[in-house]
């Protein structure tokens, strides 16, 4: 459970009071690298990165849409992020004969990289502030006109931006409405696997670790972007750090953190902790429970599930954490302090009292609105965590939207979010039936549950029969568990879909106009009127506080900055490195403490003493995972693949005592590659671009 | 989600005005039978039970000591409860080759009676107020030493009382310390199934239609007390109503609501909100996600585990209803309302603030407290769930309890309550180990969760090994599913345990010393201080208002009265009744929806306009199930099985526009016991008990 220190330096202030108070504020802040705070970072290190650091930075570092962060550390496209930034990738790779989680995957030539089906990785080319034409679009509108707006002034930028398939482009909205800036991408669909350790290996110590410090897990792997057939030149990239980091050094993060809630409301705390957390963990809670005992029916279903359990059980600790800091007194009391604050400073101003004085009420109406429409908004939306069901409804759709002007669609199917969709249905990633059975049939049940037997939606999902039975039937007739059934579909369009008798489109048919409906008035009369009051907030803070905060976190490029540092627990100093060492002693040969025979016989060659895992205090969440570690000449120290436990609480405020980022060492990913796996080639490869005199020099 | 019209009472002063001003009081109160408003239902309802109708009915009624309540319905010994209630001995009773689960279980004569394993039913013989020995002992302690005296003088108390096996004797803490008053039962330990339906029938619409209304559901089962291996004499019963009940009749129940909460102090709300409803909820979706999946393993596990389902998924619409009554921002700003109102009245006088002004931000700071506990104590308790381990735990711990004085033992083991514990241990329950298996593994991971890996009680449990592991080697090798080991045990005595080489003794010998002193801890500085505060709070609210409060439910005998009636939901009427023409209707063929053979047979010859199933407007909680519902003279006119789904939030409030008991109709009974069941002796001994001029008219 996060705990704060004393000395937690409130967020919404702390860039305010960096300049010009002593004690030196703390390391936070995921700051966009176009908003990096050089002169705070100076006052307190002596020196900070200069432009043309954070430019090759920026080019160095890309994203995983899968939700992950990556960075090239080759000049040919070798991308080093997470295992389990891969896993899903090492999962459709494998087969019953061949199960790369069990085994680990190496390519011994570039010729054996293997293809991820459906993985996308993005590289930030440039950033450009659209403000003024998305408010200038929504202004003096409200509910339903504002987000027609909204969305078609978005489409319009991003479709004006995304020339070809091999450029994307997001309007990002900062400050929850109060910038708007577009981020433009070079695109990359032609993702191979380099390496991969075994699951052992690269989620060593499972959920019972997973947050928590000391730790030993070699969470890598090694992926290769491919442009037209062939490795992507890619002249920036980081370089390897010949020794590494030491205890105190100062240390950057780049990478793509995924959300954090730090400029909410109240009425936005209250309605995470009274609505969605709970409704969000009972649901993976209980779809936990369906899984482990789906994985003691056979070793097949261990298999094909194993990847999709990871992925929930690190969702309910981290909800489950989340929940924790909403549940703290102390947090919902700074959280009032800090309110309480900007809006004594907007009251005694009239023009600002005029404009935002009534906002924070506006907010709190709107999620009491909210509270009667969530759960059925939500737990229709869950429905897409069925890929078939998720697959169909957008072959369903996608007719129905590409006739639609651009800025009239729904998002997923606007011009410019189309090849993205597009890779996802042609790819040929495997599709468990029995596990979508289980699934569907879930889902289906909590409509029934949330939403009540009698409701439209239950009545048009199942009519009479069971959850069991319908998702039993759609599963086992849909053929669209291969890609060429959607491919037909995908390509047939509106004709193809209207003859089709795959009863899962049929399924999809079934609920659609009342999914659409709920959806939009949720969007309509919550997501809009939020948007419009909480960017109206931004104002009201810009106007008092100036512009020197950073925003919440939005799954685009931010860098953080700190120390290699431990921290202290209790009574007890946690010191910031452990050993590989360390990692055999934690083997207990009991999943998921079971070292695989190549690393138990492979021991007698590691040189033990090298450091494996590390912590410093850069201020990261979810979504930096697979971003690296970096010096201050931006070599590469370790590759960040976890927050400690108090790191959780970050969605919400950061303590600056407890919250730390967690890593593997870059010594100890050599010292495995070279010693345990035989991996000459990436070895040999790293290296190489280390010594290398080229763009990678900032 | 329970809602509350603005003509709701506030609960502590709904008594205080009943007698004085306009409205009428709501129907409020689960009141202890000693105790009973008859002035105020008199003022209400224009006559009111007499002191003899309540010394009838207290005779008439029972509980089921697994937490139901039930009636007498004939003069031999003949009890009416809830299919629901009886589940476990249907289970119990059954094996692959003859499951009741699906055929039902009918005695076509006396005979054909069988036992159920465990069970025990008690009758009410009398009440005494001992407050003044429990306060005496208790006055000017604290923590430890006020626990100590407290448990002492329970012990002492009930000791003296329960004089023979047949004499159960209970100190119950009214108004959370308030009160001690002592309650003495007869004990029936000689329980025969007489009767129950198909669980198709007996839980008709399953978990969708639990806690909803209109509804269609045989919720019945009859069983029958022996005494020296025959029928037990019981001459005061309730007579069936010839007539049955009609719209705007005043009714009555007689039973045992287990527990509410309507006198918290907000911090105590406040932590049921953050901290007791979530751990909770989490646990016990898991759970059913791991039931649901077992029960698909194949028809032998699903008879097996198919009551603990039923009881959590029941439990978990009952938290999940709790758990929006407390974040329903209505319910905290009435509570504090409240709460302010009381504190100012006590704070005005000096004598009161000086004696009890302090409690409430006592309770607030012991709760604080608790928070950090409360994982620990929760989770270590929770291993109870699994019913061998619980049993090694008796058998460990009774000779080590058994050789201390009465009066410190654990409550557990004290003289007056080892009958019961002595008859669980000797119960001839069938236990299946592949479901203890799923459970134990399931609660060993639940202690490495939320204590930690490397917590003294995981390592004490686990060492280095995985829950599933552990779980596994303890239930294969104990032998304690059978009787005859426990027995072994039992009567071996300390000696006995000692040389036990049993692994779930010896995993229960691994935690015990851990498990004990997490457990003092928590009642000296939780359990303790609590009562020790709430107790003056108690005294406060009788200074203030009076003692015509009363006292939240704790499983003893309380009267609610009301009348039969719908209620408005959204723009739509609720009317009171259902027929068994509507059971035909919802009958869809797809579990849990479906009617047997037998039932779909008889059609052509039931009376489809049978009322079926009713709502009334009495207060009740959960350990109602298996009350009558009974008309202004004593006669059964249903038989309460379930509140609706605003009756939920009766645990912290009553919402008397919508909280609703559902009962089964005493026509719609007979009914079926007649034209579906053909179960003509039942229906006979009923028959003739209602003509019968007895003790039972009151």
């Known amino acids: ?31 966009p690298i176009n908003r990096f705070p050089a002169d705070t970072v100076r006052a307190k290190y002596g020196f900070a990165p200069s432009a043309a650091w954070l430019a090759h930075a920026q080019r160095a570092s890309v994203r995983l849409v899968s939700g992950c962060s990556g960075s090239f550390v080759s000049p040919y496209g070798l991308v080093m992020t997470n295992y389990h930034c891969a896993v899903e990738c090492v999962e459709a790779l494998s087969s019953k004969d061949s199960n790369f989680s069990a085994t680990g995957f190496h390519a011994p030539a570039q010729g054996d990289e293997r293809q991820c089906p459906g993985m996308e990785i993005n590289q930030l080319t440039g950033i450009t502030d659209v403000t003024t034409r998305v408010a200038g679009a929504t202004a003096g509108k409200e509910g339903e006109q504002f987000e027609a707006a909204r969305r078609a002034a978005v489409a319009s930028i991003e479709g004006e931006c995304a020339t070809t398939a091999g450029v994307r482009c997001d309007v990002v909205s900062l400050y929850h409405g109060g910038k708007y800036d577009l981020y433009k991408y070079r695109r990359f669909q032609d993702v191979r696997l380099v390496f991969a350790p075994e699951f052992a290996v690269g989620f060593f110590g499972g959920d019972p670790d997973n947050f928590m410090f000391p730790r030993y897990n070699l969470d890598l792997a090694f992926l290769r972007v491919y442009d037209e057939g062939r490795p992507l030149a890619s002249p920036d990239y980081f370089r390897w750090s010949a020794a590494g980091g030491a205890a105190g050094d100062p240390v950057f993060v780049t990478g793509h953190p995924g959300g954090t809630s730090r400029l909410y409301t109240v009425a936005q705390l209250e309605f995470d902790r009274d609505v969605t957390r709970p409704q969000t963990l009972l649901t993976l809670s209980e779809l936990r429970g369906l899984l482990i005992e789906f994985q003691r029916r056979g070793e097949e279903q261990a298999r094909v599930s194993g990847s999709m359990l990871v992925i929930i059980e690190n969702a309910l600790k981290v909800y489950r954490g989340q929940f924790a800091a909403l549940t703290d007194p102390r947090l919902i009391a700074a ?13 005694r101003d009239p023009a600002l009292a005029a404009k935002y004085g009534g906002s924070w009420d506006a907010v709190a109406r709107v999620l009491t609105a909210a509270r009667a429409q969530y759960a059925r908004h939500a737990t229709l939306g869950a429905l897409s965590q069925s890929t078939l069901f998720n697959n169909a409804r957008a072959l369903v759709r996608l007719p129905v939207e590409s006739a639609k002007p651009n800025g009239e669609r729904l998002p997923a199917y606007t011009d410019a979010a189309r090849p993205a969709l597009e890779q996802a249905l042609r790819a040929e990633t495997p599709i468990s039936k029995e596990l979508e059975t289980l699934l569907l049939s879930f889902l289906l049940r909590r409509v029934r549950e949330d939403l009540g037997l009698d409701s439209d939606a239950a009545r048009a999902l199942l009519g009479r029969r069971s959850p069991d039975e319908v998702a039993a039937e759609a599963v086992r007739g849909t053929t669209l568990d291969a890609a060429a059934a959607r491919v037909a579909l995908l390509t047939g369009g509106q004709a193809a879909v209207d003859a089709s008798t795959d009863p899962m489109i049929r399924l999809v048919k079934a609920i659609d106009a009342i999914d659409r409906q709920v959806r939009k008035r949720y969007e309509d009369e919550i997501d809009a009127e939020l948007t419009r009051h909480t960017a109206a907030i931004a104002q009201a803070r810009f106007a008092v506080h100036g512009d020197r905060i950073y925003p919440d976190a939005t799954f685009t490029l931010r860098v953080s900055y700190g120390s290699i540092k431990g921290w202290t627990e209790g009574d007890a100093m946690v010191t910031p490195f452990t050993t590989l060492a360390g990692l055999y002693d934690r083997h207990s040969g009991s999943p998921p403490f079971n070292l695989p025979a190549r690393w138990l016989d492979a021991k007698p060659k590691v040189k033990l003493d090298t450091p494996f895992n590390l912590v410093a205090d850069t201020d990261i ?40 980022t967690v890593a593997v060492d870059s010594r100890g990913i050599r010292e495995a590659l070279a010693s345990v796996y035989g991996a000459s080639r990436i070895v040999g490869e790293i290296d190489a671009a280390r010594q290398a005199k080229a763009a990678a020099a900032p």
């Open 335 to 347: 959280k009032r302090d800090e309110e309480a604050a900007l809006r004594t400073a907007v009251a």
């Open 621 to 660: 969440i979810g979504g930096n995972s697979g971003s690296p570690l970096l010096n201050r000449v931006a070599e590469i120290v370790g590759l960040v693949f976890d927050g400690n436990i108090h790191a959780i609480g970050g969605e919400y405020w950061f303590d600056a005592a407890k919250n730390r």
């Open 1 to 31: 459970m996060p705990t704060c220190s004393a000395r937690r330096v409130l967020l919404v202030t702390a860039a305010l009071i960096a300049s010009i108070t002593a004690p030196l504020p703390a390391d936070e802040g995921m700051w």
